[in-house]
């Protein structure tokens, strides 16, 4: 296909379609009503879109950059990486939810979920004796989920700590997303646990405080239940900052991260010091969490000098 025809720079030429070079009418726009030249206008509007996506993508971090990079920079000292390019780093959302004690309502609505999973576990069929063995080799279901339970640093949770789990409120309503299926995988690695034994390992590790709102897991830093304990979706599920503070490990290596949770209305409030963001370090050591380091100014925008 040659290249599309530039419009008519002079008064009275005639507008032709970018697609076909054909004459336009007065109701058309840049493309004539041919089905193969509206076709083109459809793929060439797409391809704008993601164009403008990826732009703003790009200018929304560099404006971040520009914001949180000196916090960055000593929450990345303060972990033991003077240079912030040794040390894997990152950005991810940020939501300003406060933890507190769970409802009675909560705890109740959730004990009676995981009682009814566990039992249909135990007894499917409803008969008195009826019970899936879980003394045999695992299943092949069982075998395919175990393979992708990430055996995964405790510096990639700097990405969930720092946005405080934005995915995780998808768990409050369904309940953790804990299912029969999800109790039949633990049963295969505990073949020997009754079922108030389960039942008390998933109570066990219930966070005294979660997030308002959120799954009954998720706690102050994270999810409190071991990832051989999720829900299948919980482990496979990796949202796209969590996904580049991996790479970024794989690139630079170690056992350490650094990740700033920033508010995506941050630009609406300019000022020095907006309150509008978590920076969050974990280290072999621990999580810390860095309440005492300040968001810089907005830059100046290029667009208005």
């Known amino acids: 296909m040659s290249a599309p025809q530039p419009q008519p720079l002079y008064p009275g030429a005639p507008r032709r379609c970018r697609a076909c070079h054909g004459p336009l009418t007065a109701t058309d726009g840049d493309h004539c009503a041919r089905p193969a030249c509206q076709t083109r206008a459809r793929v060439m509007a797409a ?3 993601v164009r403008r996506r990826r ?3 790009e200018a929304a971090e560099a ?7 000196d916090p960055l920079r000593t929450a990345a000292a303060r972990a033991g990486a003077p240079d912030l390019d040794t040390v894997a780093h990152g950005f991810a959302p940020y939501m300003d939810l406060p933890v507190q004690a769970r409802p009675m309502d909560v705890d109740m609505a959730f004990l009676h979920r995981l009682s009814d999973i566990v039992a249909r576990s135990f007894d499917p069929d409803g008969a ?4 899936r063995s879980h003394q045999e080799p695992p299943d092949p279901d069982f075998a395919n989920w175990a393979a992708h339970v990430p055996d995964e640093t405790p510096a990639l949770d700097a990405a969930c700590i720092a946005c405080q789990g934005d995915c995780c409120l998808q768990g409050a309503g369904a309940k953790a997303f804990l299912t029969t299926q999800t109790i039949d995988y633990y049963r295969h ?3 020997e646990a009754t079922a108030e034994e389960v039942r008390a390992a998933y109570l066990g590790h219930l966070p005294e405080e979660s997030v ?3 799954c009954v897991y998720h706690g102050p830093l994270g999810c409190t239940l071991p990832r051989q304990m ?3 979706v919980c482990n496979r599920w990796q949202c796209r900052w969590r996904l580049a503070l991996a790479a ?3 690139t630079v290596g170690g056992d350490r991260a650094v990740v700033v949770g920033l508010a995506r209305d941050h630009t609406e409030h300019p000022q020095e010091g907006a309150p509008y963001m978590r920076v969050v370090s974990v280290t072999p050591d621990g999580v810390q969490v860095h309440d005492d380091l300040r968001m810089g100014a907005m830059p100046p925008d290029p667009a208005a000098d």
């Open 55 to 57: 732009e703003a993508e």
């Open 248 to 250: 970024r490990l794989e």
């Open 189 to 191: 690695r505990h073949p």
């Open 230 to 232: 999720r829900a299948e």
């Open 47 to 49: 391809q704008d879109g």
């Open 63 to 69: 404006v971040a950059w520009a914001r949180t990079g």
């Open 128 to 131: 008195p004796d009826g019970y």
């Open 212 to 214: 308002v709102g959120s």
